[in-house]
């Protein structure tokens, strides 16, 4: 059964109004893949400030939520609150809540109920710390957490579930895809024993742990891998090459330029990491560069194509090729439809 790829970025204790204006312009430029669920988990002072200007094809999650609607909880907000100021998604039970906050199985599983019943969208993540893993313990722990959230909730439909290794979260270690997919395939085959097999087959589990453009789209081959919760990578403009790992098309890019629709054939040289084509709204695209190019002597098989999709350009002027460090500019061409 189909899953749809789903990507949150997890901003933690970062960012000011600025700060979010840049992310908010690479979210914008883009492109990011249309079959790909994008949310991001902002701190509770600049959501609405976020959610003002994040594009469309972004949504927008909480950080945090209490177990109740309201009451005398200094410092709490509560699902009822993220509702009022049109926040569909909270993240919740990660790590740092609970290994720094202390949040326990029961408290998280407590919280991840009332957010469901009040209306919202739910990211639970569960995993194991470092010496749990080493111990052998790593099921133990994650069937726990499970377990616990399980047991107080009443449908995962709107549950996304982020398995995250602590010992690979902002330590520059990673598992490796065969790690992560191999608590993924036993996740799912304990949903598969305990709640029952349509859940075990439409819940979304995804991987978070020191994510980056360098190892997203290994991971995100594995089958049970459904997508990624980033860290301090979905802050920065390779986020958006995290978005697009599952990213393998083979349609050429329609452009409209000026109101008239024409087809541009773009061919990336494997050796490039992404194309820029850009306009003087500095919107790039995520695509292949042109047949007729010089890069035709780079590139000799047309097999880097970009997706089909429309976008409107006042002045469409050069392509950027960034290869590592090194950035070449080339005239365009645009062959008409």
């Given at each position: 059964?189909s899953r749809k790829?789903?990507?949150?970025?997890n901003?933690?204790m970062?960012?000011?109004?600025?700060?979010?204006?840049?992310?908010?312009?690479?979210?914008k430029?883009?492109?990011l893949?249309?079959?790909?669920?994008?949310?991001?988990?902002?701190?509770?002072?600049?959501?609405?400030y976020a959610k003002?200007?994040?594009?469309?094809n972004?949504?927008?999650?909480?950080q945090?939520t209490?177990k109740?609607?309201?009451g005398?909880?200094?410092?709490?907000i509560?699902?009822?609150?993220?509702?009022d100021n049109?926040?569909?998604w909270?993240?919740?039970?990660?790590s740092?809540r609970?290994?720094?906050?202390?949040e326990?199985?029961?408290?998280v599983?407590?919280k991840?109920?009332h957010?469901?019943e009040a209306g919202?969208?739910v990211?639970?993540?569960?995993?194991?710390?470092?010496?749990?893993?080493?111990?052998?313990?790593?099921e133990?722990v994650v069937?726990?957490?499970?377990?616990?959230?399980?047991?107080k909730?009443?449908s995962?439909?709107?549950?996304v579930?982020?398995?995250?290794p602590?010992?690979?979260i902002?330590?520059?270690?990673?598992?490796?895809?065969?790690?992560?997919?191999?608590?993924h395939?036993?996740?799912?085959?304990?949903?598969?024993?305990?709640i029952n097999?349509?859940?075990?087959?439409?819940?979304r589990i995804?991987?978070?742990?020191?994510?980056?453009?360098?190892?997203a789209?290994?991971?995100?081959k594995?089958?049970?891998?459904?997508?990624?919760?980033v860290?301090?990578?979905?802050?920065?403009?390779?986020?958006?090459?995290?978005?697009n790992?599952?990213h393998?098309?083979?349609?050429?890019?329609?452009?409209?330029?000026?109101?008239?629709?024409?087809?541009?054939t773009?061919?990336i040289?494997?050796?490039?990491?992404?194309?820029?084509?850009?306009?003087?709204?500095h919107?790039?695209?995520?695509?292949?560069?042109?047949?007729?190019?010089?890069?035709?002597?780079?590139?000799?098989?047309p097999?880097?194509?970009a997706?089909?999709r429309?976008?409107?350009?006042?002045?469409f002027?050069?392509?950027i090729?960034m290869?590592?460090?090194?950035i070449?500019?080339?005239p365009?061409?645009?062959?008409?439809?």
């Open positions: 059964m790829f789903f990507v949150g970025g901003w933690k970062n960012g000011t109004k600025s700060e979010i204006d840049g992310i908010v312009a690479f979210l430029s883009g492109p893949d249309a079959n790909v669920e994008v949310v991001v988990g902002v701190p509770s002072i600049y959501l609405t003002s200007i994040l594009p469309n972004v949504s927008i999650a909480g945090n209490y109740v609607a309201k005398a909880f200094t410092g709490e509560s699902p009822a609150m993220l509702l049109g926040i569909p909270v993240i919740l039970g990660h740092e609970r290994n720094v906050f202390g326990t199985d029961e408290l599983a407590e991840v109920a957010a469901l919202l969208k990211i639970a993540c569960i995993g194991e710390k470092l010496e749990e893993r080493e111990a052998g313990k790593t133990e069937f726990r957490q499970t377990k616990a959230i399980a047991d909730i009443k995962w439909d709107n549950v579930v982020a398995y995250e602590v010992w690979a902002g330590t520059g270690k990673t598992a490796t895809p065969q790690q992560a997919q191999e608590v395939e036993k996740l799912r085959d304990w949903f598969s024993k305990n097999q349509t859940v075990a087959e439409t819940v995804i991987y978070g742990g020191s994510v980056t453009a360098g190892n789209k290994d991971l995100a594995e089958k049970d891998i459904d997508g990624f919760l860290g301090g990578a979905s802050l920065k403009p390779d986020f958006v090459q995290i978005v790992a599952k393998s098309s083979t349609n050429p890019l329609i452009i409209t330029v000026s109101g008239i629709e024409l087809l541009a773009l061919l040289p494997p050796s490039f990491a992404f194309a820029q084509a850009m306009s003087d709204k919107l790039n695209v995520l695509g292949s560069q042109i047949a007729k190019s010089e890069l035709c002597c780079n590139s000799p098989n097999k880097y194509l997706d089909p429309t976008i409107k350009l006042d002045r002027k050069t392509i090729l290869q590592q460090n090194q070449k500019s080339m365009y061409s645009i062959d008409e439809k």
